[in-house]
């Protein structure tokens, strides 16, 4: 088993990069937009369990951090649309391991929850 080096530089990068991509939501909203979701209203939709306030704290937090861009366009009704920066784009190999790491997973616990379930007594 590969050991992780614990020096206090290792934590400090670790932990500014939980600072920014961390909790509940974010890499979802990356992910998202990754996918070509780029408006509120369809990550509202496409997110489920989020509220609006969250969903807009979450946004406000990403733009801030330089990780997404934010375009309004001077229409009526304003339209807003969210895309990742260079340093968002930067961020998706760890959304697609992540993502690659899950399916993985659910796979294996898939087959395991199925040979439990063969091994039930009738």
């Given amino acids: 088993m590969e050991q992780i080096e614990e020096t206090q530089d290792a934590l400090c990068a670790v932990t500014h990069c939980s600072r920014l991509v961390g909790g509940k939501w974010k890499l979802i ?19 489920p369990g989020i509220t609006k306030q969250m969903l ?3 946004l406000r937090e990403l733009e801030a951090d330089g990780i997404l861009n ?8 304003p339209r807003v649309e969210y ?12 959304v697609k391991a992540m993502k ?3 399916e993985e997973d659910l796979r294996k616990a898939g087959e395991a929850k199925r ?8």
């Fill in 56 to 58: 807009t704290q979450q």
């Fill in 115 to 122: 040979r439990n379930q063969l091994d039930l007594p009738l």
């Fill in 70 to 77: 934010r375009k309004v366009f001077a229409e009526i009704p």
């Fill in 83 to 94: 895309s990742l920066t260079k340093r968002g784009r930067s961020i998706m190999p760890l």
């Fill in 100 to 102: 690659a790491w899950g």
């Fill in 29 to 47: 909203i990356l992910f998202r937009i990754s996918g070509k979701l780029n408006r509120f209203g369809a990550l509202h939709r496409a997110i």
